[in-house]
């Protein structure tokens, strides 16, 4: 009951938060390209790339975008492969497509949507996305509540309830920052909230020393901060992947994604040794690759297959196999660890 205590503290003290909260980011913001001249196109194609990924692996791969893909009507007309290989080590490909087929109904559209539950119509938005673009763009009064608002509201009420996953501590939290975002500008909130979580409220050693909001945060007088919100952990499932490195006359054996997938469609990675129906020896071994995705810790052991005439012929007939010249590596769209361990085994 303390956190409900806390959370009408808050709310009642509502003016005096935002203004402590706003003139912060107005002095301390980061200067990001998505900021500077802002436009629709940049706020969601950001929102896009900000999704599980970190602003300092975005901002490369946004320049080089805003660049080739300057507009919605450039991205709409664009071909696949050229979305794709332009997100290419960003991972999470899907955002990629969704974004591509989101620009296609814009650029049809007689007018882009304003309201978040317009927003949430187009593909790949979901409510923070809803939220963040219909304010920042449009200064409609709609709450972000990712992992970063969802860290700091815990820490301002001091919620001590444990939560499933996020996003059940975002359904919690979603009416709080409804309640906090009210009579404001909505843009300048929901970027002060981002901005807090990301560079003071961090998830470890948050610097409530030079915090602003620090005398409206319950979690502070724990002084274990940190310890909030509460999560329970997220159950990790191992996995052990065969994978083969085939070479024929100077072309390296890919497969690719097919274009259905969830996850990696269109995109070539390392073939597994059932995509060839082989059982690579021990001794061919040449690299073991451990890397995490979502809730998966997978072990990806690469060995060395020297492919004879009768498995040549059972490749020709796999479809989703590719027999790609090396020297044309650089102009496909490889997923972003299987190209590190490319260039990294094409070197031995
Ligand atoms: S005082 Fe510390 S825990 Fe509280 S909101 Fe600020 S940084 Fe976060």
Redesign the pocket.
């Known amino acids: 009951m303390l956190s409900v205590a806390h959370a009408l503290q808050l709310i009642s003290h509502r003016p005096a938060f935002q203004q402590a909260l706003h003139a912060w980011y107005r002095v301390h913001h980061r200067k990001l390209p998505w900021r500077d001249v802002p436009s629709l196109y940049k706020t969601v194609v950001s929102e896009f790339m900000l999704q599980q990924t970190q602003v300092a692996t975005v901002l490369p791969y946004f320049d080089r975008w805003l660049r080739e893909l300057p507009d919605f009507a450039a991205l709409a007309a664009a071909s696949e492969a050229k979305v794709v290989k332009l997100w290419e080590g960003l991972g999470y490909y899907t955002r990629a497509r969704n974004l591509h087929q989101l620009a296609k109904v814009v650029v049809a559209l007689p007018a882009p949507p304003r309201a978040p539950a317009e927003w949430r119509e187009l593909p790949g938005i979901g409510p923070y996305s809803a939220a963040a673009i219909s304010s920042i763009s449009f200064g409609e009064p709609a709450a972000c509540v990712d992992g970063n608002v969802v860290?700091?509201l815990a820490?301002?009420t001091g919620e001590g309830r444990l939560f499933r996953d996020g996003s059940e501590a975002a359904k919690h939290f979603t009416p709080l920052a409804d309640q906090l975002i009210i009579g404001t500008d909505p843009a300048t909130h929901n970027q002060a909230m981002m901005e807090?979580g990301a560079t003071?409220?961090?998830r470890q050693n948050?610097?409530?020393a030079s915090?602003?909001?620090?005398k409206?945060?319950a979690?502070?007088a724990t002084g274990r901060?940190e310890k909030?919100p509460r999560l329970k952990p997220r159950l990790i499932e191992q996995r052990a992947i065969t994978r083969v490195w085939c070479e024929y006359r100077d072309k390296l054996l890919l497969r690719r994604g097919p274009a259905k997938a969830k996850r990696l469609a269109g995109m070539h990675e390392l073939p597994e040794a059932s995509d060839l129906g082989v059982k690579p020896s021990k001794s061919s071994l040449l690299a073991v690759k451990r890397r995490t995705i979502t809730r998966f810790q997978l072990t990806e052991s690469v060995y060395r297959v020297k492919p004879p005439a009768a498995l040549r012929k059972r490749i020709t007939r796999n479809a989703a196999l590719e027999w790609v010249p090396v020297k044309q590596l650089d102009c496909i769209a490889l997923s972003g660890p299987h190209r590190r361990w490319i260039g990294e085994l094409g070197n031995r």
């Open positions: 860290r700091i820490r301002l807090l003071v409220c961090r948050p610097l409530c915090c602003q909001v620090a409206f945060c979690a502070r901060p909030f």
